[in-house]
C-alpha cells in the first residue's frame, strides 16, 4: 500500500517544539534537525520503507475512505453476512480514478453510484493480504455501494451453533478484525492508517440483540432491526459485531455489561469496578472521548482475553473468576480508549505504541484501583512473562519495531509489544520521575488524539520533548536500543513485590522435603501468589510431587482458569495423568490463545502428547475461533 498518513519525519517536524510536556507541543521550524535524527536513528531500519502498510493493497494516499454506511443481515443458516455498504472517499490527488480496496472471501455482486453501474475488478488473492478490489471512480462523484455477502469462514467472523453458547438456545456471532480481518467482512481500506466513521444497519432474528463497536442503546427494543453511529474516525481493526441473546446490565454511569443471561450477573459482579477504573484514568490521563464504556462477554471461543473496540470492549469469560483477581484485563481494555483506539499504531510494525503504552497504563490503573502490592505482584509476573518471550522467540522477534514484511501480521502478537513496549516506559519514568513522565502522556495523548502514527513519529516527538527537557537523565542511543534492538536492555528495570518472597520460602522448603504441601501457609494467598508459585516451580517434579502438590491444593479441578492452565502445563511437562481428564475439558471448552496454545505446544513434543492433542483439537476445532486454529493445527498436523 502507498503511503498515507504518513507525516514523514520532516513532516511532523513543522509541528513539533522543544519545550515541557506539561503543554501541546507549538508549531516551530525544526527540520533540519529531525533530519539528521531520522538519518541516524533509523540506519538500523533503513530497508524498511518507514510508514508504509505492507499488509493492505489500498491506495489512501489517491484515494482515501472517510465513511462507512453499512446495511447488512445475518443469515444464521448459510452463515453469512449479506448486503452493502455505501462508502465515502475523498480524493487526495485532483486526477484520481481509481480506489483500491481490501477484500477476504467475499463475494462481490456489484458496484453502483448515483444508480449507475461502476466497473469494478476483484484481482487474485493473497494467502496473507486476500484480494484487492479495484473500483473505478465516476467523475464527481465521492460515494459509491458495493453490494456483496462474506464467506461462511470469514476469518474474521464466528458463527456458533446454540450448543457453542452459555444459554444452549440461541445462535450466536460475532466478529474479531485485528490484525487484517475486517477485510473478511467489509470491502474497505483495511489499515490502521486510515480512519473512518461509520454507521450502520444490522438485520437480525427479532428473539436476538446486535452490539457493535458504536453507538449502543442499552434499553433499545428487541425488533430485528439495529441501527448504530460511530462519530469519531476509527481504524478498520476496531469495526465490531455481535449478534446474540444479549442481555443488558447497567455498573455505573457510564458503564455496563452485555452477555447471555447465564454469564450477566457474575460478569456484573466481577467488572463492577469498571466504573472506578474509568475515573481514575480520567483524573490521570485526560477524559475519556468516547461516550460511554461498556463491556460484552463473549462465548468461551473468543481467541483473545479481549479486544478493545471502542465504546464497548469484547470480554472472555475465561477471566470470570468471582473474586475479581483477572480483572486487569479489564484495565487492559479501557487504557486502550487513550493508547491505541485514540493515539493509534500506523502499521502493525508499529503494535508496540498501542500495547506497550496500555500495558505500562495498565499496570497504573491497577495500583491507582486496588493499591501497589496489587501493581508490583502483576508487574513481576508481567516482567517474568517478558522473560519467556525472550527465551523462546528469535532475535528479530524481540524487536519492538519489528520487520513483518512478508508475514502475517497476527505473528506480531507476542509479549514483546506488551511487556517489552511497558517496561521500556517504566525506565523512562523511573528516570525522569512519576510525575514528568504522567505530564508527558497527558501531552502525548492530546497531541495526537485520533491519529495513527508511526514508531519514527513517536521518536520524533520524544526527541523535541523529553529528550530536550531532560537531556541529563535520557540517552537518544538508549532508547534506540529498546525499540530497534532485541532482548532486554542491559540494566533494565526489574519489578520486585515483597508479597513473593514467602512464597519463594515456601516454594524452596517444599521442594527440599522440609515441609509437606499440605502444610505450607497458603491460606491467605492471593491469584497471584499462586500463580507466581507454578510458574517458578523446576521443569521436572516427579509424581510423588505432583500428587501431593494436586491432593493438597486441589489444583486439577481448580476453577480459575489462570491458576489451571499453569498447573496443567506442569502436569503436560511431567506427564502426569491424573490431570489429563481436566486437561481435555480444558482444550475443548476454551478457545483463547493464550491458554491453550502453550499446552497443544508442549503436548506435541511427545508422540504420545500429540495423539492426545489431535484427539483434542479434532473435537475442540468446529467451536474454536478461525484465529485459535490457524495457531494451533501446526502442533497436531
Not at 104 to 129: M, Y
Not at 580 to 608: F, M, Q
Request: proline share 6%; net charge negative.
Amino acid at each position: 500500500m502507498k503511503n498515507f498518513f504518513r507525516l514523514s519525519m520532516f513532516t511532523l517536524a513543522v509541528s513539533l517544539v522543544a519545550c515541557s510536556p506539561v503543554e501541546d507541543p507549538s508549531p516551530v521550524d525544526t527540520e533540519s534537525m529531525l533530519s539528521q535524527n531520522v538519518q541516524n536513528d533509523m540506519a538500523s531500519s533503513s530497508a524498511i520503507d518507514v510508514g508504509k502498510d505492507y499488509h493492505s493493497y489500498a491506495n489512501p494516499d489517491e484515494v482515501l475512505v472517510t465513511h462507512l454506511n453499512l446495511d447488512l443481515t445475518a443469515d444464521f443458516i448459510s452463515k453469512k453476512l449479506i448486503g452493502s455498504v455505501q462508502v465515502t472517499v475523498k480524493r487526495q490527488q485532483e486526477n484520481a480514478d481509481e480506489v483500491i480496496l481490501d477484500t477476504r472471501d467475499l463475494v462481490i455482486f456489484s458496484v453502483t453510484s448515483q444508480g449507475n453501474d461502476v466497473p469494478f475488478e476483484l484481482k487474485a488473492a493473497d494467502q496473507n493480504l486476500g484480494a484487492a478490489l479495484h473500483i473505478k471512480m465516476p467523475k464527481g462523484s465521492d460515494t459509491f455501494t458495493i453490494y456483496y455477502e462474506t464467506s461462511p469462514t470469514a476469518s474474521g467472523a464466528q458463527w456458533l451453533t446454540p450448543a457453542q453458547t452459555a444459554g444452549k438456545k440461541y445462535p450466536f456471532l460475532f466478529t474479531q478484525a485485528q490484525a487484517i480481518h475486517a477485510r473478511s467482512f467489509i470491502p474497505l481500506q483495511d489499515s490502521p492508517q486510515v480512519r473512518v466513521t461509520y454507521t450502520a444497519t444490522i438485520r437480525t432474528p427479532k428473539e436476538l440483540l446486535a452490539v457493535m463497536s458504536a453507538s449502543n442503546d442499552p434499553g433499545t427494543e428487541r425488533d430485528g432491526v439495529y441501527e448504530f453511529n460511530m462519530p469519531q474516525p476509527i481504524p478498520s481493526y476496531l469495526i465490531a459485531l455481535a449478534i446474540g441473546d444479549l442481555h443488558f446490565k447497567a455498573m455505573g454511569e457510564r458503564t455496563g455489561v452485555y452477555a447471555e443471561p447465564a454469564l450477566l450477573e457474575s460478569a456484573a459482579a466481577e467488572f463492577e469496578d469498571t466504573e472506578s477504573m474509568l475515573v481514575a484514568t480520567e483524573n490521570k490521563y485526560g477524559p475519556y472521548g468516547w461516550d460511554r464504556y461498556d463491556l460484552l462477554i463473549l462465548p468461551p471461543s473468543f481467541p483473545f482475553g479481549g479486544m478493545e473496540n471502542p465504546r464497548l470492549s469484547f470480554i472472555t469469560p475465561t477471566v470470570i473468576a468471582g473474586d475479581k483477581s483477572l480483572v486487569s484485563l479489564i484495565a487492559h481494555e479501557l487504557a486502550h480508549s487513550w493508547s491505541g483506539n485514540t493515539v493509534t499504531n500506523a502499521t502493525w510494525r508499529d503494535l508496540w505504541l498501542n500495547e506497550g503504552f496500555t500495558t505500562y497504563l495498565t499496570y497504573r490503573i491497577m495500583e491507582m484501583v486496588y493499591g501497589e502490592d496489587r501493581y508490583n505482584m502483576e508487574a513481576v509476573l508481567g516482567y517474568q512473562d517478558l522473560q519467556a518471550a525472550i527465551n523462546s522467540l528469535t532475535p528479530a522477534d524481540q524487536i519492538l519495531a519489528i520487520d513483518l514484511r512478508g508475514r502475517n501480521p497476527d505473528d506480531v502478537f507476542s509479549n514483546i509489544p506488551y511487556e517489552k513496549g511497558a517496561l521500556f516506559l517504566r525506565e523512562i519514568e523511573q528516570k525522569i520521575g512519576r510525575d514528568n513522565f504522567d505530564k508527558f502522556l497527558l501531552s502525548y495523548f492530546e497531541h495526537f488524539s485520533f491519529k495513527s502514527i508511526t514508531t519514527d513519529e513517536f521518536l520524533a516527538y520524544l526527541d523535541v520533548t523529553l529528550l530536550s527537557q531532560y537531556a541529563d537523565k535520557l540517552d537518544k542511543k538508549r532508547i534506540n536500543e529498546w525499540i530497534f534492538e532485541p532482548g532486554i536492555p542491559e540494566g533494565a528495570p526489574v519489578p520486585e513485590s515483597d508479597a513473593f518472597v514467602n512464597v519463594d520460602k515456601a516454594r524452596e522448603q517444599w521442594l527440599a522435603g522440609k515441609t509437606s504441601a499440605n502444610m505450607t501457609q497458603t491460606q491467605d494467598w492471593t491469584v497471584h501468589q499462586w500463580l507466581y508459585f507454578l510458574n517458578n516451580m523446576p521443569e521436572l517434579l516427579n509424581e510423588k510431587q505432583l500428587a501431593e502438590l494436586d491432593a493438597a491444593f486441589s489444583l486439577t479441578v481448580s476453577k480459575n482458569n489462570e491458576i489451571a492452565h499453569s498447573w496443567l502445563m506442569i502436569a503436560v511437562k511431567n506427564q502426569y495423568k491424573p490431570a489429563y481428564e481436566r486437561l481435555y475439558e480444558y482444550l475443548t471448552t476454551i478457545g483463547r490463545n493464550k491458554l491453550v496454545k502453550p499446552l497443544y505446544r508442549e503436548l506435541s513434543k511427545t508422540p504420545d502428547g500429540k495423539a492426545f492433542a489431535k484427539k483434542a483439537f479434532e473435537q475442540a476445532k468446529p467451536g474454536y475461533h478461525p484465529l485459535t486454529i490457524s495457531a494451533n493445527e501446526g502442533y497436531v498436523e
